[in-house]
């Protein structure tokens, strides 16, 4: 019985080698996929080549193996190119447009790779179109490039396909793309200018501390005539001094206090903390608490009416929370509902919930009409993201100009403390000799 050497990725998007007995490549790939795999690469080894088979299994490329049918290669987004989510949600929004109109699943992606001027996407469509050709489900071959496609983009399809709607959970999945993309429109275009404000104000504090103050201090060392400068002056003369003779050092500490933050955040309470943090903040937290909502709810929402059982729906809503405080949150709701009880009293221990979200879900549950009742609340807080993005913008604006100008403000005071100094003294000594 020949042996073939296959390269598969899991679940969790890792890579697995090894060979197998069977009597034919459809075979292999048959049996690779019930171990729960998904084939990037499966090639017969001839009988003399098998010690080139045992290094198939460490480097995916066999020698004196012989090659037949598929060979299905995976680019991974991030190295040598990546998918964003505007050019994902674009994709997806043209395929349901294609499929609702009664196309094909397999032409409409050959129409779609033809058109697509994203490199990497466009071989990922052909890959996919490959995939399907070879007797792949669609859901399967969308599982093979898990750094593109995550779970929640692949459970909504494979619910499609089960229940013979995909056209209509392709619409679903478009649209829901599409709100997530104009909600974190709004927050990115919302932070451009506070975040603009604050560079202009290092760049400008940058340019006074190295540059503006020593020539001041030229000036003051040769019209002091032994008068000691105000301590203000003396201060920013001393940061700028320190600035100036320590950049390396400030240069390093900076560095490393960033790089301290962001291991920091990446640990299990690092993270929690800053989440509970960026929840509780004044102006940004309102809009981060109401966004983390919006898309807990649409996404549970849109996968439960989908089709996608309720426990696994729960677990791609954890993972796609953005949030720990509330992926902890569903995995309470998690456990609840394993335990055949309610939703909303973890909801409402968790403390992240406003109470109007915890009685819509409860009437909701009530009603047997539990998705309708999450998209509603979803749509209902995009509308509360406008308004908090709105009230955030409007609150930072006059409190970012105010900041600016105490800082620059400051700088020139203490600059021009001792010319005012001088200038008295001159006018003291003049009415002495009147």
Request: charge should be positive.
């Given at each position: 019985?020949?042996?073939?050497?296959?390269?598969?990725?899991?679940?969790?998007?890792?890579?697995?080698?090894?060979?197998?007995?069977?009597?034919?490549?459809?075979?292999?790939?048959?049996?690779?996929?019930e171990?729960?795999?998904?084939?990037?690469?499966?090639?017969?080894?001839?009988?003399?080549?098998?010690?080139?088979?045992?290094?198939?299994a460490?480097?995916?490329?066999?020698?004196?193996?012989?090659?037949?049918?598929?060979?299905?290669?995976?680019?991974?987004?991030?190295?040598?190119?990546?998918?964003?989510?505007?050019?994902?949600?674009?994709?997806?929004?043209?395929?349901?447009?294609?499929?609702?109109?009664?196309?094909?699943?397999?032409?409409?992606?050959?129409?779609l790779?033809?058109?697509?001027?994203?490199?990497?996407?466009?071989?990922?469509?052909?890959?996919?179109?490959?995939?399907?050709?070879?007797?792949?489900?669609?859901?399967?071959?969308?599982?093979?490039?898990?750094?593109?496609?995550?779970?929640?983009?692949?459970?909504?399809?494979?619910?499609?396909?089960?229940?013979?709607?995909?056209?209509?959970?392709?619409?679903?999945?478009?649209?829901?793309?599409?709100?997530?993309?104009?909600?974190k429109?709004?927050?990115?275009?919302?932070?451009?200018?506070?975040?603009?404000?604050?560079?202009?104000?290092?760049?400008?504090?940058?340019?006074?501390?190295?540059?503006?103050?020593?020539?001041?201090?030229?000036?003051?060392?040769?019209?002091g005539?032994?008068?000691?400068?105000?301590?203000f002056?003396?201060?920013?003369?001393?940061?700028?001094d320190?600035?100036?003779?320590?950049?390396?050092?400030?240069?390093?500490?900076?560095?490393?206090?960033?790089?301290s933050?962001?291991?920091?955040?990446?640990?299990?309470?690092?993270?929690?903390?800053?989440?509970?943090?960026?929840?509780?903040?004044?102006?940004?937290?309102?809009?981060?608490?109401?966004?983390?909502?919006?898309?807990?709810?649409?996404?549970?929402?849109?996968?439960?009416?989908?089709?996608?059982?309720?426990?696994?729906?729960?677990?791609?809503?954890?993972?796609?929370?953005g949030?720990v405080?509330?992926?902890?949150?569903?995995?309470?709701v998690?456990?609840?509902?394993?335990?055949?009880?309610?939703?909303?009293?973890?909801?409402?221990?968790?403390g992240?919930?406003p109470?109007?979200?915890?009685?819509?879900?409860?009437?909701?549950?009530?009603?047997?009409?539990?998705?309708?009742?999450?998209?509603?609340?979803?749509?209902?807080?995009?509308?509360?993201?406008?308004?908090?993005?709105?009230?955030m913008?409007?609150?930072?604006?006059?409190?970012?100009?105010?900041?600016?100008?105490?800082?620059?403000?400051?700088?020139?005071?203490?600059?021009?403390?001792?010319?005012?100094?001088l200038?008295?003294?001159?006018?003291?000594?003049d009415?002495?000799?009147?």
């Open positions: 019985m020949p042996k073939f050497s296959y390269v598969a990725m899991d679940q969790k998007g890792k890579e697995q080698k090894g060979t197998i007995e069977v009597a034919s490549q459809n075979e292999a790939i048959g049996r690779v996929k171990m729960g795999l998904f084939p990037t690469k499966i090639v017969e080894v001839d009988k003399v080549g098998e010690k080139g088979a045992k290094k198939a460490g480097s995916g490329a066999p020698k004196g193996a012989k090659k037949k049918g598929v060979s299905i290669n995976i680019k991974i987004p991030g190295l040598g190119g990546g998918v964003k989510s505007k050019v994902l949600t674009t994709f997806t929004r043209q395929l349901a447009t294609l499929v609702d109109a009664g196309l094909p699943l397999l032409r409409g992606m050959r129409v790779e033809k058109q697509e001027r994203n490199p990497t996407l466009k071989s990922i469509i052909g890959e996919l179109a490959l995939s399907i050709e070879g007797g792949s489900t669609f859901s399967e071959a969308l599982a093979q490039h898990p750094k593109v496609f995550n779970r929640l983009y692949v459970n909504m399809v494979k619910a499609g396909e089960l229940g013979g709607v995909l056209e209509v959970v392709l619409n679903r999945l478009s649209e829901f793309q599409e709100k997530a993309q104009k909600i429109g709004k927050v990115i275009a919302a932070m451009f200018y506070p975040v603009a404000v604050m560079v202009v104000a290092v760049a400008i504090m940058g340019v006074l501390v190295v540059i503006v103050i020593p020539k001041f201090k030229e000036v003051f060392a040769g019209l005539e032994g008068r000691p400068l105000p301590g002056t003396l201060f920013v003369m001393g940061i700028s320190m600035v100036r003779n320590n950049m390396l050092m400030t240069l390093i500490v900076t560095v490393s206090v960033v790089v933050f962001l291991m920091f955040i990446k640990t299990k309470f690092g993270r929690l903390v800053w989440d509970k943090f960026l929840l509780k903040m004044p102006a940004l937290g309102p809009v981060i608490s109401k966004v983390a909502i919006s898309r807990f709810t649409r996404t549970l929402g849109t996968l439960v009416s989908s089709g996608v059982p309720i426990l696994q729906a729960l677990m791609i809503v954890r993972e796609t929370s949030n405080v509330i992926a902890n949150a569903v995995t309470a998690h456990e609840s509902v394993k335990e055949g009880e309610t939703i909303t009293a973890p909801l409402e221990a968790s992240a919930f109470p109007m979200v915890i009685s819509m879900v409860d009437v909701g549950e009530q009603t047997g009409a539990l998705p309708e009742m999450m998209m509603k609340i979803a749509d209902n807080f995009d509308d509360e993201v406008d308004n908090a993005v709105a009230a913008t409007s609150l930072l604006e006059p409190i970012m100009i105010v900041f600016l100008a105490v800082i620059v403000g400051s700088i020139v005071i203490a600059m021009f403390l001792p010319l005012i100094d200038m008295n003294g001159m006018g003291g000594s009415g002495d000799k009147d």
